[in-house]
């Protein structure tokens, strides 16, 4: 019992991170129709411009800042330089573009930081609660986890149903060519929406990289977990995304736990989800209409 | 009544003034010309000097059948299609380089064949993007919802639903456009238009899909709105246009073959040849009546 327990508490502090990854790339898919592949390397360049702050002694605090200000650049940058110039063209133009950009950026990373494992410091405790005589696997790092991406949730729930930006984006998204005639800059609604996905998938970057080991594709099973979580919850569908990656997180940490030899067939569980939700439910599983586009 | 009503300045006016800027009893005093306007896509003409002036107050009627060039004209002062040669003046001051966000903010709103509401947004919402040149937080104190952009959240809220309220679908707020019958989806739509209090208003087929009587009461609206803007109308239904329009252009082709009154124009021969005899021809043709040559003499 107790050991059930501790894998589902790991399953969903992992699970959140997928969520807040997913949402990253739902935010994108919504607003743009492209998925962002280079959106793990992206949160892995502003990751280690965190690690350098760190390294030269700021706190962990102003390091996550920084950090997530230089994603919000970051992905206002990619928008508007690289991203628009194939907006509305053929979607595989976007694909080839977003996974050179991820490649590019890797590579980048790999020349400003060197390719090397790096340790990434957590703001809290690695060590978990005392319950009674047991320690479970809730850490004080975890908490801060969990507390992270549902705060950044709640804080894009309030942006997108209460502020008129969050209206005039969400708008954006359904309708270009209407928003357009109504007076909204559509062109800076998109290029907000991607700065916002770089925040989120920095965090999401972040909070994974914490204590743990860092290098150049630190980010590349993240991708995969995030692309799975948001496929799951029907790519179009926020919601849908966070419980997406919840389900993915609880999954994959129960295949871990109890396959013999199960944290090897992490990744294949992943993949093995997505092919089934693919098979199954190409829609996903919060799919309200028929078929989904590409 | 809701939080922007405005006391009416004149015994004359309607519900529908509420939705408009407080300085609702100026007159209309825009106008829309166009003077020479040519559109060529490629080799193909869809538009050949054509020009036409929207008076202040006025209904303008765009007709012509199938092809005629009449939503590239729409399209031109909509700023989706730039003219390949030709001038549009707004009030007295040339439109050049005009861009379809522009509109909102020149006081020119459109709506839509079809509806074009966004499915993922409440009625209420897809109003309340109607008027959102008429907020005036900035883009920073929106974003981090300072107190600011919370009033002007509300305002625009309030304006939203007095707008529909007064196109009779404020009780459909909170609902998903999807789900609700087409002639109410017009209406939210035509609210939409309506909450920035436009000075033109371009409607493209707005009767389309609608019964007899909710046809006559958008006429009755129509004439409403022609108080308090200058109206530009494309629309199939002849008995409407014949029945709201101050002045009429026709065209066919690409080029402009009548312009005048209802009167003049019906009395128009070539307005017979090019558009009427066709139009009982497509009549007959959805009547399932047979097709004769003899249907050009209508009219």
């Known amino acids: ?223 995969v977990f995030g692309f799975v979580a948001a496929v799951l919850g029907g790519l179009d569908s926020p919601i849908g995304a966070i419980v997406g990656g919840l389900i993915l997180g609880l999954a994959l940490s129960y295949v871990s736990g109890y396959v ?26 919060f799919a309200s209409s028929t078929a989904r586009r590409a | 009544m809701g939080p922007l009503a405005q006391p009416t300045p004149t015994a004359g006016s309607t519900a529908i003034d509420r939705t408009a800027a407080p300085d609702t009893d100026r007159a209309p005093s825009a106008s829309l010309e166009m003077t020479g306007i040519t559109v060529a896509f490629g080799g193909v003409i869809a538009l050949s000097e054509v020009s036409l002036v929207v008076e202040p107050g006025q209904v303008h009627g765009l007709i012509g059948p199938n092809g005629a060039g009449k939503t590239t004209l729409f399209n031109v002062a909509c700023g989706i299609v730039r003219p390949t040669a030709g001038e549009m003046t707004w009030r007295g001051q040339p439109l050049r380089r005009l861009k379809p966000h522009q509109l909102a903010g020149l006081g020119i709103s459109r709506t839509l064949q079809g509806v074009g509401l966004f499915p993922g947004m409440t009625v209420l919402e897809n109003v309340m993007i109607g008027a959102h040149r008429h907020a005036r937080a900035g883009f920073g104190s929106a974003l981090f919802a300072l107190p600011r952009s919370d009033r002007d959240e509300r305002e625009l809220r309030a304006r939203a639903l007095a707008a529909l309220s007064d196109l009779g679908a404020q009780q459909h707020a909170g609902r998903y456009p999807g789900g609700l019958p087409y002639p109410v989806q017009k209406r939210v739509a035509l609210a939409r238009a309506l909450v920035s209090a436009p000075d033109l208003l371009l409607l493209d087929e707005p009767a389309s899909g609608l019964a007899e009587d909710e046809m006559h009461e958008l006429g009755e609206l129509i004439r409403t709105l022609s108080g308090r803007m200058s109206v530009l109308l494309v629309e199939h239904h002849m008995d409407l246009v014949m029945r709201v329009c101050d002045r009429i252009t026709v065209l066919d082709s690409g080029r402009q073959i009548a312009a005048g009154t209802p009167a003049e124009v019906q009395a128009d021969p070539a307005v017979t040849e090019a558009y009427l005899g066709d139009e009982v021809t497509a009549e007959e043709d959805a009547a399932g009546t047979t097709r004769t040559d003899g249907g050009r003499h209508h009219g």
């Open chain 1, 260 to 285: 013999e030899r199960g944290s090897a067939l992490v990744n294949v569980a992943a993949l093995v989800i997505l092919m089934i939700v693919l098979l199954v439910r190409p829609g996903g599983l």
């Open chain 1, 1 to 223: 019992m107790q050991y059930f327990v501790n894998v589902t508490l790991t399953g969903l502090t992992e699970g959140m991170v997928y969520s807040a990854f997913a949402l990253a790339l739902v935010l994108i898919w919504r607003s743009t129709r492209i998925v962002n592949f280079a959106q793990g390397s992206m949160a892995a360049a502003t990751t280690f411009i965190a690690l350098a702050l760190i390294q030269a002694g700021q706190s962990y605090w102003v390091a996550l800042v920084v950090a997530l200000l230089s994603g919000l650049v970051l992905g206002a940058i990619v928008e508007r330089v690289v991203i628009r110039p194939v907006e509305g063209g053929p979607e595989l133009n976007a694909v080839i573009v977003t996974l050179g950009l991820f490649v590019a950026i890797q590579a980048a990373i790999a020349i400003v930081f060197g390719s090397a494992f790096q340790s990434f410091p957590t703001p809290f405790g690695l060590e978990g609660f005392q319950v009674g005589d047991n320690r479970i696997a809730l850490t004080p790092n975890s908490v801060w986890v969990i507390a992270a991406v549902l705060v950044t949730m709640a804080l894009l729930v309030v942006l997108f149903r209460f502020t008129r930006i969050g209206l005039a984006m969400r708008a954006s998204a359904f309708g270009q060519e209407v928003a357009r005639l109504l007076g909204v800059r559509v062109g800076r609604m998109l290029t907000l929406g991607w700065a916002l996905a770089a925040v989120v998938g920095s965090l999401a970057g972040l909070l994974i990289a914490g204590g743990e080991f860092v290098y150049p594709a630190y980010m590349d099973s993240l991708i």
